[in-house]
């Protein structure tokens, strides 16, 4: 079931949505919750106060178009689905809360986030706090994920600090053997200078 199905998943009868949830549909949701969760490197939550349907469905399409999932939650089930993965259920898990499940490229998810917020302000989208790895963040916290470097810029940041000692290494034997050459050179110098 893809993230909208499984967002939008009720069933109607004459016209009324049937809010009572059976226990395969919970189950259902405890399932894809810890799908996401063990494909995901981050999660972040927030929380939206008199944000539009508008608005947040373009926070979704910008969030997704970083590689995450955006999604409103039901804060007993997601407990149970972090139980079922062995991570804390931590205690600002109350109240109407969303998750951005981010992928292997944290940061331009919660630029993502941080930008809407900035466009909103914090008393209509706030940042709660947030789960990396096994460890839980506060608000501040998950906040500043928004500030690591791309795993673009990582990749890029490990192979300058390879080749920086390589480079050295090369110029530090280059210079070695000019040295050596030029010794070799003035003894050659010398001897055709002696037989002259």
Not at 103 to 131: H, R
Request: charged content about 20%; overall charge negative; hydrophobic content about 45%.
């Amino acid at each position: 079931m893809d993230a909208k199905a499984f967002l939008f998943a009720s069933s109607e009868r004459g016209g009324v949505q049937d809010l009572a949830i059976t226990r395969e549909k919970k189950q259902e949701w405890i399932k894809q919750y810890a799908d996401l969760m063990e494909n995901s490197a981050a999660m972040v939550f927030t929380r939206a106060n008199g944000v539009t349907v508008n608005q947040i469905t373009q926070l979704r399409g910008k969030v997704r178009d970083t590689g995450a999932t955006y999604l409103v939650i039901k804060n007993t089930l997601f407990a149970r689905a972090l139980e079922q993965t062995g991570k804390s259920v931590p205690d600002f898990l109350q109240g109407v809360l969303a998750v951005t499940f981010c992928g292997e490229d944290i940061a331009p998810s919660v630029k993502a986030l941080e930008e809407f917020q900035d466009s909103l302000g914090e008393q209509l989208f706030a940042f709660v706090g947030g789960i990396v790895g096994e460890d839980v963040v506060d608000a501040k916290g998950a906040q500043k994920l928004a500030s690591l470097p791309s795993r673009d810029m990582l990749f890029a940041q490990l192979l300058a600090g390879i080749h920086a000692p390589a480079t050295q290494l090369a110029g530090t034997i280059q210079s070695g053997i000019r040295q050596v050459v030029s010794v070799l050179q003035a003894r050659v110098d010398q001897l055709t200078e002696e037989s002259v």
